[in-house]
């Protein structure tokens, strides 16, 4: 193919289109690595998630770069997601406000957009790091710079030769990544970038992700570099994020006092709406401080030690439509009806038998918006509607749609399946809503929660050690339970939450609980605890072998 001189709108939808396709294929890549040791999927979910609304919103358009760079703009704003995310949605605003000056763009017009890229994602960021995606972007952008006189593949393949040397140094300035022997994450999703220009420019191929076995650094890596593990969490144990509409006046005032409470802080938007991400022990702070000069909304809250990557397992659910019948209840009218948040088919029919009229897809990973449980809310067969999280990164979001509906709303803030099974025996389809809360919130509050897992590097906790490959049993104050087998976590684990004065344990089975592991567990409750029962249930839930409901 001919190279090209100049990049019209036409192009650089093409390019936006190269991207989401390359990022869809190296997430997994991307988010195979991370400095914890559960399952999980970060930025390169984030990152793909995020082109996925830009390309969304360039579906309307298909002329004109002033469109063109308008729909970028409010696409990777509205669908940002985490901190990489919303670094990536203000480099890709950055470029936009530049290519929207003119309907073409050559070398020089290319350089200043990747400069404009770097200042406004240094500018997002309230205290920049260096060694993540923001050096790597901006190592681009000088090269670029440098190169600006010359030709747009000159330009651009200056900017993307640099960008993969910065991505080779980043562990040597963060002592993290050089620990877990990984590159930084966000950075190699923005080489991928640089990638898809050239591939559009020149015609040259995007590279393939490297296979698993490549993971660990050894040295600096060539084009195509995509192992990486996301270390932005630091020390911080939850990820806020949400939409504020506020005067852009208020601005600076939320963002001090978020300087006091979490680190991590980006804020990106205009014209009364802006995109808010912070790490922060305080949950409850960082959404306050939205309501002090504004009207937060899509709250999404994050679990850093604990999160898992159900996106996939979500979205796919979603999309079929899940496979379990609903039965003929959900449409029958009642005083006070239930929307559940749920995953795995066998939860979704134990929530059924239980009585809950509508159930919410979604997870750790893949919490569902306000929007999403205000739909179904607005959808059940009552005036009063409960509502059971059945995550504590939910339960915020879920008293959203307090004031978003004119029904009655009250929100029994389940923490796990295990509650939220617990709190249905309590529920009365012909009591009030308030009078559901108290009893449901009652019987939950008896239930002791725990949930094995399976690590997915090698790390460390307060136990000890920790090896890819090992079980681990978790409870809400953390790892107690380290093991090589399944049965030996689990058991280590109700062998720690089991009481003298508990009477049933609730073993719910999902995706990875085997028949042998199941009858070890019970087999050890019949010879320790013979007092209690047991009983076994089939949730079928992605990632947690085994979840627990002891009462």
Partial sequence: MPVLERLGPDHVRAVLHTYRDALRTHREAINRLNVYPVPDGDTGTNMALTLESVCEELAGVDSGMALTCKAI????????????????????????????????????????????????????????????????????????????DGSLVEVVGAARVQAADALARTPEMLPVLAQAGVVDAGGAGFVLLLDALLHEIDGRPVPDPEPVAAAALAGPRGPGAVVAADHEQGDLRYEVM????????TIPAFKDVWAGIGDSIVVVGGDGVWNCHIHTDDIGASIEAA?????????????????????????EGVAAGGSVMEPPHVHEPVPTAVVAVATGDGVRRIFYSLGVQRIVAGGQSMNPSTAQLLEAVESAPADEVVILPNNKNIVPVAKQVIDQ??????????????????????????????????????????????????????????????????????SHDGIKAIDPTLSGAAVTLLAALIGEDHEIVTIIEGEGANPASTRAITEWLDENHAELTAEVLHGGQPLYPYLFGIE
């Fill in 291 to 315: 309501l002090d000069c504004g009207r937060p909304r899509n709250i999404r809250i994050t679990d850093l030690l604990e999160q898992v990557e159900e996106e996939r397992w979500v979205r």
């Fill in 405 to 474: 509906t004119k029904k009655v709303v009250r929100v029994v803030p389940t923490h796990g399946i295990a509650e939220g099974c617990a709190a249905l025996v309590a529920y009365d389809p012909e009591a009030s809503a308030d009078d559901n809360l108290a009893s449901m919130d009652e019987a939950a509050g008896h239930v002791v929660p725990g949930e094995v897992t399976r690590a997915v590097r090698d790390s460390a906790c307060d136990l000890g050690p920790i090896a890819e490959g090992d079980f681990l049993g978790i």
């Fill in 242 to 249: 949400y939409f504020l509409e506020a005067d852009d006046a």
């Fill in 73 to 148: 703009s409010h696409g990777s704003l509205m669908g940002a997601r985490g901190n990489s995310g919303v670094i990536l949605s203000q480099v890709l605003r950055g470029m936009s406000d530049v290519l929207r000056e003119s309907e073409e763009a050559d070398g020089p017009a290319l350089a200043g957009a990747l400069t404009a890229a770097s200042e406004a994602a240094y500018g997002a960021v309230m205290k920049p790091v260096e060694g993540t995606i923001l050096t790597v972007v901006r190592e681009s952008a000088d090269a670029a710079a440098s190169a600006g």
